[in-house]
């Protein structure tokens, strides 16, 4: 892939981020900037580990990988509308 590609592809996602970010209320966006925060001690953030799958294969693994899902919804993320954003370019973010 040639510079300009990468530069026009950086650009490109810069744009779908900033155009979803500006979707989010104040309290959606204090979620995801908590999300995104990296404790003292940790070397990933909250974010990561919940997209992060079971390491394990048995019943407590799953238990604890189902326990931070169910709190995703409280975050109401899917209430916003990304219509604006095409589809193929916000199936690549996700």
């Given at each position: 892939?040639?510079?300009?590609?990468?530069?026009?592809?950086?650009?490109?996602?810069?744009?779908?981020?900033?155009?979803?970010?500006?979707?989010?209320?104040?309290?959606?966006?204090?979620?995801?900037?908590?999300?995104?925060?990296?404790p003292e001690g940790n070397r990933?953030?909250?974010?990561?580990?919940?997209?992060?799958?079971?390491?394990?294969?048995?019943?407590?693994?799953?238990?604890?990988?189902?326990q931070p899902a169910s709190e995703?919804?409280?975050?109401?993320?899917?209430?916003?509308?990304?219509?604006?954003?095409?589809?193929?370019?916000?199936?690549?973010?996700?």
């Amino acid at each position: 892939m040639t510079r300009l590609a990468r530069l026009v592809g950086s650009c490109q996602e810069a744009a779908v981020v900033g155009t979803l970010h500006r979707l989010l209320d104040d309290d959606q966006g204090a979620a995801l900037g908590e999300l995104l925060e990296v404790p003292e001690g940790n070397r990933n953030s909250q974010l990561d580990q919940l997209r992060r799958p079971p390491t394990r294969v048995s019943g407590p693994a799953m238990v604890d990988a189902l326990q931070p899902a169910s709190e995703i919804p409280g975050l109401r993320f899917a209430e916003v509308d990304t219509e604006v954003v095409p589809p193929r370019r916000l199936a690549e973010r996700l």
